[in-house]
């Protein structure tokens, strides 16, 4: 009898460990509710919290958190980002300004993946939900930024350097290289301020003056050429050609029939056939070459299908496709808008 009711007293104080241990198991945190505490203070980290049906999705909801707050710190400091260029006429010098930041987007895709930040609390709540709590140390994650500005520089540097000894169309090409590197700087800059650490200098200024100066002394002539089989051959040269000059004046190149520099679009459409299909298709190619003295610096090439119920559709939206291509292909050949 007595060993029965050991038996019986043993198994109920298991019941209540066991409960216990649930309990403690799904308690909330601290840190939940204070995402800042004696481990992880305000001051010297940045934290954010997130949830989600498995670690993975709470990770990445951690870090979308992360960078909104770190992208409103950043608006907070710039909406902004403007050079002003001075333009003298008849006398008077006026003053331009001109957007000199990417989209804000940008920004956040290099924040979602914030160098030096880990995840020092997971947790797992009653309803299987899982939370975490990622942290980065603002001293060690700037001092990776601000690493990975001085490469940048020096990229840049290096880029400036090789363009003194160029043609002005080679030069300007190794300057919209150097203008990528430093929209990419100044993205880098911006978070490193943001984390509380001084970041002086603006590279992206004095290369977009530099850039719009040397624009102006550049000509290009345009040449088209269209492939026989594209239907309305002639109008498509028209569309194509009056599309690159309101391209290549939109970052101020001028375009003139005579010059010693030309860049060279060709484009050619046919019909795919395809047995008993409801649809026409199209397939295009366009091609774009940077060209001096007949030598081609630069080149990029496109080619894609459209699909339409008739032909003349089908030709129409190949054409449209093409010239709205147009920007990607100018970056690719190093003419960034």
């Known amino acids: 009898m007595k060993a029965k009711h050991i038996t019986v007293w043993v198994a109920t104080l298991l019941v209540l460990l066991s409960s216990c241990a649930t309990s403690n198991v799904h308690k909330e945190p601290s840190w939940v509710a204070n995402l800042y505490d004696k481990q992880y203070p305000k001051e010297s980290y940045l934290c954010s919290i997130g949830s989600g049906q498995s670690r993975e999705e709470a990770v990445n909801n951690a870090f979308s958190a992360l960078a909104q707050s770190i992208n409103a710190t950043i608006r907070s400091e710039i909406t902004t980002i403007s050079t002003s260029v001075a333009q003298t006429e008849k006398g008077?010098?006026?003053?331009?300004?001109?957007?000199?930041m990417q989209s804000w987007g940008s920004v956040s895709s290099v924040i979602d993946q914030m160098l030096g930040s880990e995840v020092v609390n997971t947790w797992v709540d009653a309803s299987s939900l899982v939370w975490v709590r990622l942290a980065v140390n603002k001293k060690n994650s700037a001092a990776l930024y601000q690493q990975q500005l001085r490469e940048l520089e020096s990229q840049i540097a290096h880029l400036k350097a090789q363009a003194a000894f160029k043609t002005p169309l080679e030069h300007l090409l190794l300057l919209h290289a150097s203008l990528k590197l430093a929209k990419e700087h100044q993205q880098l800059a911006s978070i490193v301020r943001a984390l509380g650490q001084k970041?002086?200098?603006n590279l992206l200024s004095s290369i977009q003056q530099e850039i719009q100066r040397l624009s102006s002394t550049v000509q290009l002539q345009v040449e088209v050429q269209v492939g026989e089989t594209v239907a309305n051959k002639s109008s498509a040269e028209r569309d194509l050609k009056q599309a690159w000059y309101t391209l290549l004046s939109s970052i101020g190149i001028v375009s003139v029939p005579e010059a010693s520099f030309a860049i060279k679009?060709?484009?050619d459409a046919s019909v795919v056939?395809?047995?008993d299909a409801p649809y026409v298709q199209v397939r295009y190619t366009l091609g774009v070459s940077l060209v001096e003295q007949e030598v081609?610096?630069?080149s990029a090439l496109q080619q894609q299908r459209i699909s339409a119920?008739?032909?003349v559709d089908a030709y129409k939206r190949?054409?449209?496709d093409a010239i709205d291509s147009s920007t990607a292909l100018l970056e690719e050949v190093g003419l960034s808008r």
Request: hydrophobic share 45%.
């Open 318 to 320: 190949a054409l449209a």
């Open 92 to 100: 008077t010098t006026t003053f331009s300004d001109s957007d000199a």
């Open 265 to 267: 679009i060709f484009y």
């Open 309 to 311: 119920l008739s032909q």
């Open 296 to 298: 081609v610096i630069a």
């Open 199 to 201: 970041e002086e200098g």
């Open 273 to 275: 056939s395809s047995i």
